[in-house]
């Protein structure tokens, strides 16, 4: 049993180490090759990359079991850590031919308690999978990320015209191994989102899934 919760922990620190590290590379050829004067707005999202590949490393030795760290709480807006997730897609769609087209609407006050980090996580598995889902049909497609305060906390929704999730995507939506939805993928990616959401004593869910798209609802409580 041990043996098979180290083996997921290792998994879903590969998964998300080999995301975010993906970042890390881009932004460092775009340093290497270019001269232009966003050279200097790259450098620290380069930096911010590499500092989460380390924590991840660090949480997997402190804890060295599959549960993540309980969530590090904190008051902080929501659309700057929304906008670093789009931007990061952005770059990597902007490499194909019909890049994604991202839309974020979230008011600028917009706050909410809980892990930026982590929350950071969950978001860009939600994104960089729609992403990916786009860019396997061949064509362009959107994808809004939203949020809005409710009476008992907050709820973002992230929205994509991609082409629905298959069958054994929604039938093992959050089983780890089971539910990749495109070839090449384990299916990790909603998993480690759904288990970082209930960490806060929050919900994701899929709203719907269909041939005009996917959205997903994140809802966190104003407490943590």
Known sequence: ERLAQLGGAVAKVSHDLRNILTSAQLFTDRIESSDDPLVKRMAPKLVNSISRAVNLCESTLAFGKAEEPPPRLSQFA????????????????????????????IPAPLMVRADSEQ?????SNLVR????????????????????????????????????????????????????ARKGGIGLGLVIAAELVRGHGGVL????????????RIWLPHGG
Do not use: W
């Open 78 to 105: 929501l659309r700057p850590v929304v906008e670093e997730v789009v931007e990061t897609e952005q770059e990597t769609s902007a490499q194909t031919a019909n890049p994604v087209e991202f839309l974020v609407d």
């Open 119 to 123: 929350v950071f996580r969950v978001l």
């Open 129 to 180: 999978n729609a992403r990916q889902a786009i860019e396997a049909t061949g064509k362009g497609g959107t994808i809004e990320i939203s949020a809005k305060d409710l009476d008992d906390g907050s709820v973002i929704r992230v929205i994509d015209t991609g082409p629905g999730l298959p069958k054994r995507a929604r039938e093992n939506l959050f089983a780890a191994f089971q539910g990749g």
């Open 205 to 216: 869910e899929l709203v719907r899934t269909d041939e005009d798209g996917t959205e997903f």
